[in-house]
């Protein structure tokens, strides 16, 4: 089992929809990051969170600490928000970065 | 928000010769880099860990001798492909920050191997 859970790993919404992809973890962290990487390969950190909710324009990043999940969502998707979307894990033991297998989401106009 | 460059963006080699990727942080101090390798449809791997003023630190499984790590400034990492073959034509990807700031992840290199 991946020490970092993302699902779905294929997401095909209709333009306007509401979308959710989901993070879970089993190791001690220091931050937990979601990235977004599109096809040119580029990489954008979009939220780092240790704890709570994080607002970013259409995109909501949570945390359960407890629970260890987190999720993102993206509210009114659009065929721009077309990108795969990676979790990652910020080891609080080594520092460094452990990478959920991403979320390739397609947003159809 | 802190920039990562990194350099070339995409790069064709013979098989056989060297290719050196460059990786600055442009404004602010990186005593730590990492250094992804991606393959097509897959996750970032981490390759290793470039440490300012001292030796990488690799992951198992990655030659150091093939895969030269050089972090002489703290704006600067570079990564050298040695003896390049096609198998080694990936997306090469290096970053900085992650543990307790956000990361911050440069432009990517795309090597082909012919």
């Known amino acids: 089992k991946n020490e970092v859970e993302q699902s779905p790993q294929n997401l095909t919404a209709q333009e306007g929809e509401f979308i959710t992809i989901n993070c879970s973890y089993s190791?001690?962290?220091?931050?937990l990051h979601w990235l977004q990487q599109h096809p040119g390969g580029g990489i954008v950190s979009l939220f780092m969170l240790s704890s709570g909710k994080k607002k970013h324009g259409r995109l909501i990043a949570t945390i359960n600490i407890q629970e260890k999940h987190s999720s993102l969502h993206i509210t009114a998707s659009h065929p721009r928000d077309s990108a795969v979307y990676i979790c990652?894990?910020?080891?609080?033991?080594?520092?460094?970065?452990?990478f959920g297998q991403g979320t390739t989401l397609q947003v159809k106009p | 928000g802190a920039v990562v460059s990194q350099h070339p963006s995409w790069v064709i080699c013979k098989s056989g010769t060297s290719v050196k990727i460059e990786c600055r942080s442009l404004?602010?101090?990186?005593?730590?880099m990492f250094w992804y390798r991606q393959f097509p449809k897959q996750s970032l791997m981490l390759m290793a860990t470039?440490?300012?003023?001292?030796?990488?630190?690799?992951e198992q499984g990655v030659e150091k001798d093939k895969f030269l790590i050089n972090h002489a400034s703290l704006t600067l990492s570079t990564l050298t492909v040695t003896s390049a073959h096609p198998e080694d034509s990936s997306f090469y990807i290096c970053?900085?920050?992650?543990?307790?700031?956000?990361?911050?992840f440069g432009q990517g290199t795309r090597l082909t191997v012919v």
């Open positions: 404004d602010f101090q990186a005593t730590t």
């Open positions: 990652a894990a910020g080891s609080s033991n080594t520092g460094k970065l452990i």
């Open positions: 470039s440490n300012e003023g001292s030796k990488a630190t690799y």
């Open positions: 190791v001690g962290i220091s931050a």
């Open positions: 970053s900085a920050g992650g543990r307790h700031t956000e990361a911050f």
